[in-house]
């Protein structure tokens, strides 16, 4: 496995959650780091991306000011803390690592190694 995303739940709507992603050897030195998700009867969107050397972070609207991106390249681990969260954030979240340009860095083209999926579910 070359990405192992743990930390999923359920949790009730205004509270909080953190993803964990744990790179393997191979993922380490990829320069993007992001996370996708997944709710079901819907195609897999993009989240948030942090690139290794800038940690500049990436976000989707929908997750703006809620979510928070970060990256540990010492322990060769990402997180996602997310806040406030919402019903409509319910889904299978994945972790992703390849070396997108900027054009793809949103684009689950732009990675080349994914993680199994964390099952986040929000109650209202």
């Known amino acids: 496995v070359q990405l192992q995303a743990s930390g999923g739940g359920l949790v009730q709507a205004g509270e909080s959650l953190r993803l964990s992603c744990e790179a393997s050897?191979?993922?380490?030195?990829?320069?993007?780091m992001a996370w996708f998700r997944q709710a079901p009867g819907k195609e897999r969107e993009f989240v948030a991306a942090?690139?290794?050397?800038?940690?500049?972070?990436y976000y989707a609207d929908s997750v703006k000011g809620r979510f928070t991106i970060s990256r540990d390249n010492a322990k060769n681990m990402m997180f996602l803390q997310m806040n406030s969260l919402k019903p409509e954030d319910t889904a299978v979240y994945y972790c992703?690592?390849?070396?997108?340009?900027?054009?793809?860095?949103?684009?689950?083209?732009?990675?080349?190694?994914w993680g199994q999926g964390t099952q986040v579910t929000v109650s209202s």
């Open positions: 992703a690592a390849g070396d997108p340009i900027i054009s793809t860095i949103r684009s689950s083209n732009g990675y080349s190694l």
């Open positions: 942090v690139r290794r050397f800038t940690s500049a972070p």
């Open positions: 050897e191979r993922a380490r030195g990829r320069n993007g």
